[in-house]
Antibody
Framework: QVQLVESGGGVVQPGRSLRLSCVTSGLIFSSYDMNWVRQAPGKGLEWVARISYDGSDKYYADSFKGRFTISRDDSKNTLYLQMNSLRAEDTAVYYC??????????WGQGTLVTVSS | DIRMTQSPSSLSASVGDRVTISCQASQDINKYLNWYQQKPGKAPKLLIYDASNFETGVPSRFSGGGSGTDFTFTISSLQPEDFATYYCQQYDDFPLTFGQGTRLEIK
């Protein structure tokens, strides 16, 4: 079965960086577009970024352009999110999400990022 | 950006009730709308895609409809496991956007 397992979350100070990883299994990773979606505590869902199956196309929500970078390593079946210049408002659970034509059909369990001094 | 507005934001209902949630897009999104269910502490789960198509394994008491700017999500007879938060999401254009969510609570 399809599994998406995020890691890399934790407590980080404002202005610092963090890299999230999502290891996938049970799917042909290189065939799928992938996304990061986040959810601040007690809030709704917010799409962060998307990368095409071959890595050639990347899309970001405006709030993250220039600060966050999505990438993938198909040899490791892994999706990444490099987050720089973190702010308190970036505190959230970050979900790795498989994409079938922009339909989010499989979600990881999420990893919590807390930005605090 | 396409703004998605769900109503109501919260809803109290009883087991066996029929409930309907609305989602309005700020511009025409054709049929490019999905519905997700999220339970506390869990990841969202896809229920409906392309406005009205069931994801595999989703019970038939769930249904979706609409096109253009106005969409609905209906649960025909609420079951105890249906009490959760529901989100709509448009995928007509980037940035992909979600509604603010509808929290369905037990009356």
């Amino acid at each position: 079965q399809v599994q998406l397992v995020e890691s890399g979350g934790g407590v980080v100070q404002p202005g610092r960086s963090l890299r999230l990883s999502c290891v996938t299994s049970g799917l042909i990773f290189s065939s799928y577009d992938m996304n990061w979606v986040r959810q601040a505590p007690g809030k709704g869902l917010e799409w962060v970024a998307r990368i095409s199956y071959d890595g050639s196309d990347k899309y970001y929500a405006d709030s993250f352009k220039g600060r966050f970078t999505i990438s993938r390593d198909d040899s490791k079946n892994t999706l990444y999110l490099q987050m720089n210049s973190l702010r308190a408002e970036d505190t959230a659970v970050y979900y790795c999400v498989r994409d079938q034509g922009r339909i989010f059909d499989y979600w990881g369990q999420g990893t919590l990022v807390t930005v605090s001094s | 950006d396409i703004r998605m507005t769900q109503s109501p934001s919260s809803l109290s209902a009883s087991v066996g009730d029929r409930v309907t949630i609305s989602c309005q897009a700020s511009q025409d999104i054709n049929k490019y709308l999905n519905w997700y269910q999220q339970k506390p502490g869990k990841a969202p789960k896809l229920l409906i895609y392309d406005a009205s198509n069931f994801e595999t394994g989703v019970p038939s008491r769930f249904s979706g409809g609409g096109s253009g700017t106005d969409f609905t999500f209906t649960i025909s007879s609420l079951q105890p496991e249906d009490f959760a938060t529901y989100y709509c999401q448009q995928y007509d254009d980037f940035p992909l956007t979600f509604g603010q969510g509808t929290r369905l609570e037990i009356k």
